[in-house]
């Protein structure tokens, strides 16, 4: 049997261990879990803490603890803990020992020899250190890999041919952006560029600051260290929920007392929000990947695939803001946080002469989302295709989004679930479709939660909550990952031509998603529907008169009453003339 070589991502907020066995990748878990945050501290009687207990008591005990050894690495000078001090390579070597331990349990043997992973930016004093923590912790260090290579690895292990890829990695605290040029068997990094100071930890300091800005507006000024950290954890938290749904409750239960009477912090966060919030952030990493893209002397279009690493890229900003830059869809099947410990293992299990085949994982092969109004290339429509779990996402998964009901007293909505790919959603396939009933006759822009719950067994829950009631109804569609036979591909692409040919179509309309602008109601018929997309049309021309110049006003001004016209007079042919010249204009208004 081939020697067992572990594959070591030692990272500045995380670091995991795996292993090659039973030809798959195995991330093997201790005691915190597959992810040993990288922490070591002093207890109380000067025992040594490492990973979760370590982190613990990092915000009350400071002095005592350690975190993000890995940004002085390959610096001569000590760090102190306690009342002693120690080389950094000395404090990652109680994480790498604290790993092997991990590894060995695991394995119910000793283990003595690594691949242990750097930043592709990592000088070669700092790969020396990290080499001489691996001795120091007892591990054979047989190869030092960067970062982004052992990630490609784990996308591209069985790659043949040519090929250029981006690894953008986003974690706690360190941003790289790396381009990774593939020739047959070798990988290579060619460009690297990255900010030591950026990441996840960045987020949560804007939400803890609107968390502190509560605080106060509550007239707490002097906050307790205990109550800080909570606050912290709650950031984060609230930062991972606004990843997979558009709002997040922040609850802490006696968080702090005034008078003796205890108070509860509660605050709601909405994604959009939070997404204003960091975008100066994300700005910052775009401006990397094209400083990235200009060392490597390639253009976007050149690049053949994104590769996602590192947590902070669950951010949906991040993987949306990737695929308006680069027009194509980044990457993130495997664990952002995993993979590159994953691709630690594969070299490992190559170095002790292994065969190594791709990494697996269950992922959906199609988009499922619903249709909303919006525009689709500047033209109004009832059909845009909202997506809402995209292609390639592993399973199991859940995800939802907000939406708008379109007009006043809005009583019923009606959710169309779609698979596919097309902005488009008639030519996408409906795999079902429900009605929720009885809202509650609020004004427009009343919020509708969409939510999809897709399992490994290719069963998709489909509910829609009104926000503001909690009035719930769900449908489960069984078997959407079974590839669908040609018969019902033909059927579906029939029905989807007669639909475009057809005049009256019936259905309720869909509400507005969150993101896009637009308004309508509930029509039965498409001439109700023409009315009902004609109002919303009328109500976002005016929320964008102040938008719009002197001649574009007036010319807006006399469509829309040619509009109300046409409504009044029920000429389908004149409003439909009017409404594309006014969607025309808002089109250019909006972009
Ligand atoms: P890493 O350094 O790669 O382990 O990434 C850790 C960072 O990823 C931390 O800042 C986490 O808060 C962040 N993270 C983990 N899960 C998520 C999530 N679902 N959404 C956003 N950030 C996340």
Do not use: W
Not at 347 to 362: C, F, K, P, T, W
């Amino acid at each position: 049997m081939a020697e067992k070589i572990l594959g070591i991502d030692l990272g500045t907020t995380n670091s995991e261990v795996a292993i090659y066995e039973n030809g798959a990748v195995t991330i093997i878990e201790g005691p915190d879990g597959k992810l040993l945050p990288s922490y070591v501290g002093l207890d109380d009687h000067d025992n040594l803490l490492v990973g979760g207990p370590a982190m613990n008591q990092f915000v009350v005990y400071p002095e005592r603890t350690i975190k993000s050894i890995k940004r002085l690495m390959g610096q001569a000078s000590p760090v102190p803990l306690g009342d002693r001090s120690y080389l950094p390579q000395e404090i990652s070597a109680m994480i790498l020992r604290h790993l092997k331990n991990i590894a060995e349990t695991y394995l119910g043997h000793s283990v003595g020899k690594a691949v242990i992973t750097v930043p592709a930016f990592f000088s070669d004093g700092q790969r020396q250190a990290t080499r001489e923590a691996g001795q120091m912790a007892g591990l054979d260090v047989v190869k030092i890999i960067n970062e982004p290579t052992a990630a490609t690895l784990v996308y591209e292990s069985s790659h043949k041919g040519a090929k250029k890829v981006l690894v953008y990695d986003l974690g706690g605290g360190t941003f790289d952006v790396s381009v990774v040029e593939l020739q047959d068997d070798v990988i290579e990094v060619i460009a690297s560029h990255g900010n030591n100071h950026l990441g996840g930890d960045d987020f949560d300091a804007l939400i803890e600051k609107v968390l502190m800005a509560k605080l106060q507006e509550d007239n707490f000024t002097d906050i307790p260290l205990q109550a800080k950290a909570r606050i912290r954890r709650a950031a984060e938290n609230a930062k991972k929920l606004l990843s997979i749904q558009p709002f997040a409750l922040v609850e802490e239960e006696y968080l702090l007392t005034r008078d003796g009477v205890p108070y509860n912090f509660s605050i709601e966060l909405a994604r959009q929000q939070y997404e204003e919030l960091i975008t100066p952030l994300l700005d910052e990493t775009l401006d990397a990947v094209h400083l990235v893209l200009r060392d490597a002397g390639l253009t976007a279009s050149e690049i053949d695939e994104i590769l996602l690493v590192g947590g902070s890229t669950r951010t949906p900003l991040v993987q949306e803001r990737l695929e308006r830059e680069f027009g194509m869809a980044p990457r993130f099947e495997v664990d952002p946080d995993l993979c590159v410990a994953a691709g630690a293992a594969l070299q490992a299990a190559m170095i002790s002469g292994e065969e190594v085949r791709a990494v697996l994982v269950d992922v959906t092969p199609y988009t499922f989302g619903t249709s909303a109004i919006g525009d689709i290339d500047g033209r109004f429509t009832i059909d845009k295709f909202v997506p809402i779990i995209k292609k390639n996402t592993p399973v199991p998964v859940t995800r939802s989004e907000v939406f708008y009901t379109a007009v006043d007293q809005q009583e019923a909505v009606e959710i169309k679930v779609y698979q596919g790919e097309a902005e488009n959603a008639l030519e996408n396939i409906e795999v079902g479709n429900f009605l929720v009933q009885g809202l509650a006759k609020r004004p427009s822009g009343s919020e509708i939660i969409a939510k999809f719950a897709l399992d490994s067994n290719g069963i998709l829950q489909v509910s829609a909550i009104e926000k503001a009631t909690g009035l719930e109804k769900s449908i489960t569609i069984d078997n959407v990952m079974s590839d669908l036979s040609r018969d019902t591909l033909a059927a579906a692409r029939d029905k989807i031509r007669k639909l475009f040919g057809e005049k009256d179509r019936e259905g309720q309309e869909p509400p507005r998603p969150g993101r896009d602008a637009g308004n309508a109601a509930e029509p039965k018929t498409m001439r109700n529907s023409r009315r009902v997309q004609a109002e919303a049309l009328i109500e976002k021309a005016r929320s964008l008169f102040d938008k719009a110049g002197e001649d574009d006003r007036e010319d807006m001004i006399n469509l829309l009453e040619i509009i109300g016209q046409a409504l009044a007079e029920d000429d389908e042919d004149l409003l439909q003339e009017n409404m594309d010249e006014l969607s025309e204009i808002i089109f250019y208004l909006e972009s």
